[in-house]
Each structure stands twice: as C-alpha cells, then as structure tokens.
C-alpha cells in the first residue's frame, strides 16, 4: 500500500545489509510516521509486546523475522526451540504468532545448522509474502460485498470497522480494509465510519490515519456510536478482522467487536469477518471457553497521549486517582451473530462445514499443529 504516494509493507529487511529488520513504530502513529531498525530477538519480542507493531497477521511476520534475528547469534536446536517459545509467548490472542513460530521450527529443525539462518530468512519472506497474497486475494472476495450494495441502492455505501485491520495490520493490503481499498480502487462512493476503539484508540489513530492518505472518505465515531448509527439506516455493512477464529466459526477480536455484532444482528446489518487461513485456530470449538484474553496494563485505560497544541507529545490520567482499571484487550463475537467469513479462498459462513469445505488440508490437521 502507499503513504502519500510511496509504497511501503509493514515489515522488511533491510535492502543493503540483507538482514536487519524494519517497521514502523505504530505507537507514534498518526503524530509521527517513524521506522525501527530491529537487530535482536529481544528488540523484536519488545516491539510485539508493547504493539510497536500489531494485528495478527503481522505480528506473526514480525516474529518470523525476530527469530532469523535470534539465530544469528545462536542456530542451535535448542536456541531455535528456546527462541520461538519467547517470542511465541509475547501476545497471548493472537493465533497467527503461534502458528508462525510452529512453521518455522518445523521447517529449520531439519536444516544443518550451517545453513539455518539463511534457511529462516527465507522462510520467513515466505510467510510475508504469502500474507500479502492472501489479503490482496481477501480484497478481491470481499469487494463484492461492497459493490453489490452499491449497485442495488445506487447510494454511497456506508462501511462501519473496528479497531485497525488494514495493511498496518498485515504485511500489506489489510484484511478488512482490503475490500475497501478495492471498491475505493473501483470507483465505489463509499464512505467508512471508523470506531475510535478505546483505549489504545487503534481506530482513530492508525485506521483513519491510512485511509486517510489514501483518500478514501472517512469519519471517527465514539466506539458507542455504531448501534445509533444502525438505528437510523446510517450503516449498510460492518467488516471486521480477527485475531483467532475457532473451527466453529467463534471470532476474537478487539474489545468492544461482540458489542457492535449484537447491534448489528438486532438491526439486520451484515456483519462480516475478513478471515486469512492462518488466523483460524482449529484446534478449538468454543471461543469464550478457550481463546484466551490478553489482559493488558490498566494505564491503558486510566492514560491517554495526544499531542499539545505546540505540537509536544503529552500523557494525562482520564480517570480518577483512586479508581482501578481493567484492560480486557479482545471479546469474542459467537459464531451466530457472524453473517460469514471473507477468506483468501471466498466467502463462507461461519461454521465448521463451510470453513472445512474451503480449507479441507487444515480442517483435518493433527490438534497440536498450530499450538503454542
């Protein structure tokens, strides 16, 4: 995708080197647009943790990359099983992490050690690239989501997303925002209402930043805002992304999606979930029993930063001093309130007949295939 006219992936290494690894640091978005040179496993584990970078599928790139930067210093199998397991244990939802550190010690185990490391970089361009083409293919099944609505109502179509599930998510492209960068691409009057998405504002800050420099139209709304707008005609469809879908159709995703589902099945507005294979966990059946729920600090919650009307970056406590805080960072939607899944693959409903009958080799996988 590109900034202001200038293409970019979320994540590369570095051209002259070969080997260093670069992002954007996502925690400076909108205010700052600043790129991290990542030359550790530990810096890569930090910036995961602390959502320098973020969304499933890229952090799952990001851990790829951070492992090739461990072996560097030690290509030991048991350097190769130690490392995978701390950067596997940096986010704890996100299911792509855990699938991406599980395809690459299956593949590097059976490399000589001499050739490991070299062996890794590849693989994890691989799995970059491989992210790339399943969002480009996820665009390309879900735009007529948008373009259907468009030619039967001969109106601009107004889209409702949640949290940021565009290409600073992925590798490129988004998952749930690639359907709208494709009818946006086609000609399609369209027009997005972007959640805040408290309390990282991950709406507001990253997703109204790149549809922005897109050009695609766009207006912020309070996350509680989206049942109202649906109440009044004002949403034709919601697109959301994932962190993990069970086999049974469940979703997980940033907190406050279950609330926005509830609103649109009440008032009869698709609700779509844009799916990439890797974020399907099938190993699980039931989401609120099983997909775990990072629980992040409670400053989160209590703090908020934004800049001073000088342009300098400030953090002030919203909250009371003597008021505690949780920080539940993902809900998770049941798989009755999803209208279907936009896969690289199609559409399909979310249920574990239709997901198996697009995805039959890994409907079939041995149980601990994709565990942490």
């Not at 350097?79 to 397991?85: G, H, K, N, P, R």
């Not at 027009?191 to 050009?215: C, F, I, K, M």
């Not at 992304?241 to 609103?263: F, Q, S």
Request: proline share 5%; charged share 15%; hydrophobic share 45%.
């Amino acid at each position: 995708m590109k900034i202001d006219g200038t293409y970019y992936r979320s994540v590369w290494v570095d051209p002259a080197d070969g080997w260093q690894v670069h992002i954007f640091d996502q925690t400076k978005l909108p205010w700052a647009l600043e790129i991290l040179k990542l030359t550790t496993i530990d810096q890569a584990a930090h910036a995961i943790r602390s959502m320098q970078t973020r969304g499933a599928p890229l952090i799952g790139a990001v851990a790829a990359y951070g492992l090739c930067l461990g072996l560097r210093v030690d290509a030991s199998d048991q350097a190769l099983a130690a490392q995978a397991a701390m950067l596997g244990a940096t986010r704890p939802t996100a299911v792509n992490l855990h699938w991406a550190m599980a395809r690459m010690t299956r593949h590097l185990q059976h490399v000589p050690q001499a050739d490991r490391i070299a062996a890794a970089y590849a693989q994890a361009a691989a799995i970059a690239d491989e992210d790339a083409a399943q969002c480009e293919a996820i665009g390309r099944h879900g735009v007529g989501l948008i373009t259907d609505i468009a030619a039967r109502t001969g109106k601009q179509v107004n889209i409702l997303t949640h949290c940021n599930a565009g290409w600073l998510a992925t590798v490129d492209w988004g998952t749930a925002l690639a359907p709208i960068y494709m009818a946006e691409m086609q000609g399609v009057d369209l027009h997005v209402w972007v959640d805040e998405t408290r309390p990282r504002n991950q709406g507001a800050a990253l997703t109204a930043w790149e549809l922005g420099r897109h050009g695609v139209p766009h207006t912020v709304i309070a996350d509680n805002a989206g049942g109202h707008l649906m109440q009044h005609n004002a949403v034709d469809l919601v697109i959301v992304g994932t962190d993990r879908v069970t086999r049974t159709g469940d979703v997980a995703n940033k907190i406050g999606t279950y609330l926005k589902a509830l609103a649109a099945h009440d008032n009869g507005v698709p609700f779509w979930v844009a799916c990439p294979s890797t974020t399907v966990d099938w190993t699980i059946s039931d989401g609120v029993r099983d997909i775990p729920i990072e629980e992040r600090a409670a400053t989160e919650v209590t703090h908020m930063t934004g800049p001073t009307e000088d342009g300098t970056l400030a953090r002030i406590r919203v909250v009371p001093a003597d008021s505690a805080a949780a920080n539940p960072a993902f809900d998770v939607t049941p798989a009755r309130l999803v209208t279907g899944l936009i896969t690289e693959r199609g559409r399909c409903s979310a249920n574990h007949a239709a997901m198996a009958a697009l995805f039959p080799e890994l409907a079939t996988l041995p149980q601990m295939a994709i565990s942490s």
